[in-house]
């Protein structure tokens, strides 16, 4: 079974850092795009950052550019997102995304909160 195990949320200060982790299972971690998607509560849910090719390609959204990185670690079939800088407006769920042929998945939000 696909699993995807996010963890690294919490409560910082603007301008903070956090680094999310999310551990991927039951399948070839390399093969498939793997990101992150955030949602603010009666708001849409928004992808942020992706990782392709195993790490060789990657995107983050106009909103986090500059501010956060996606990166993997192969060996540990896991993606991170370091998140540096942050504002109040990041405050929101993040949750770990995998699309595999035709099938979304989603792990289980973490939270990060972000006092100004």
């Known amino acids: 079974d696909v699993q995807l195990q996010a963890s690294g949320g919490g409560a910082v200060q603007a301008g903070d850092s956090l680094r999310l982790a999310c551990k991927a299972s039951?399948?070839?971690?390399?093969?498939?795009?793997i990101g992150w998607f955030r949602q603010v509560p009666g708001k849409e849910r928004e992808g942020i950052s992706c990782?392709?090719?195993?790490?060789?390609?990657?995107f983050h959204s106009d909103y986090v550019k500059g501010r956060f990185a996606i990166s993997t670690d192969n060996a540990k079939n896991t993606v991170y997102l370091q998140m540096n800088s942050l504002k109040f407006e990041d405050t929101a769920v993040y949750y770990c995304h995998a699309r595999i042929l035709s099938r979304q998945y989603w792990g289980r939000g973490t939270l990060v909160t972000v006092s100004s």
């Open positions: 990782v392709t090719n195993g790490g060789e390609t990657t």
């Open positions: 039951g399948f070839n971690f390399g093969d498939y795009a």
